[in-house]
């Protein structure tokens, strides 16, 4: 059975800091790996997919990384900003595109 | 509107009382789940659908039942609401595209069972 842990699981930053968040998985068979933004009473917006081919993806600020040997993905944000304020998971597909979540960061980027 | 449209989105119940809630795709995606989100455990499967007709259990589905006789809908119904019921239902659907696996959610239905 798929597990995925996040760490940590809260984050408090000044703004203008570069920042990593790290997700864990247990079993490296994955399609691709999926990291989610969730702001408060909100649902999901994805923002990064990366594929199990690849090693790296961005989007603007964002740059996510997967190592699927070790089991590992990190998202890493540039020059936070009190808008990236919100909760991160990191979400990963099985079988019958169950899909496996994090149970988040939670990020405060204080102004 | 394209996308996943969950219905209601907050809903005050009483213990006892049958609920369902609602959950209607736009892209004809095979694939639909339904989680609930709570804090400390984070987002967990209740049920998921692989294509009209087909359902399956997910990791907490006692006390819940699915339909999908269509293809754009997959509604959730808790049968007898129960105070431990009190969650965040988050309802989405997933398409395999050149080798990517790709959630899209619903905004939620908050659900107070009193």
């Known amino acids: 059975k798929q597990e995925v842990t996040q760490i940590p699981a809260a984050l408090s930053v000044p703004e203008g800091e570069n920042l990593v968040l790290n997700c864990s998985f247990t079993?490296?068979?994955?399609?691709?790996l999926q990291w989610f933004r969730q702001d408060p009473g909100k649902g999901l917006t994805s923002l990064l997919l990366?594929?199990?081919?690849?090693r790296e993806q961005t989007s603007g600020r964002l740059n996510a990384s997967l190592d699927k040997s070790s089991g590992r993905s990190t998202l890493y944000i540039a020059a936070s900003q009190p808008g990236d304020s919100a909760t991160y998971l990191c979400a990963v597909p099985g079988g019958y595109q169950k899909v496996t979540f994090g149970i988040g960061t939670k990020l405060q980027v204080i102004p | 509107d394209a996308g996943i449209t969950q219905s209601p989105r907050y809903k005050i119940t009483e213990t006892g009382r049958q609920v369902t809630l609602m959950c209607h795709q736009t892209?004809?995606?095979?694939?639909m789940f339904w989680y609930r989100q709570d804090l400390g455990h984070g987002l967990r499967l209740i049920y998921y659908?692989?294509?009209?007709?087909?359902?399956d259990k997910g990791e907490v589905p006692d006390g819940y039942v699915v339909s999908r006789s269509k293809t754009e809908n997959f509604p959730l119904t808790l049968e007898s609401a129960t105070r431990s019921q009190t969650s965040v239902y988050f309802c989405?659907?997933?398409?395999?595209?050149?080798?990517?696996?790709?959630?899209?959610f619903g905004a939620g239905t908050r659900l107070s069972v009193l």
């Open positions: 659908s692989a294509a009209a007709d087909i359902t």
């Open positions: 990366i594929q199990s081919s690849q």
């Open positions: 989405a659907s997933s398409e395999v595209a050149e080798g990517k696996n790709i959630q899209y």
């Open positions: 892209w004809s995606h095979s694939y």
């Open positions: 079993d490296s068979a994955i399609y691709n």
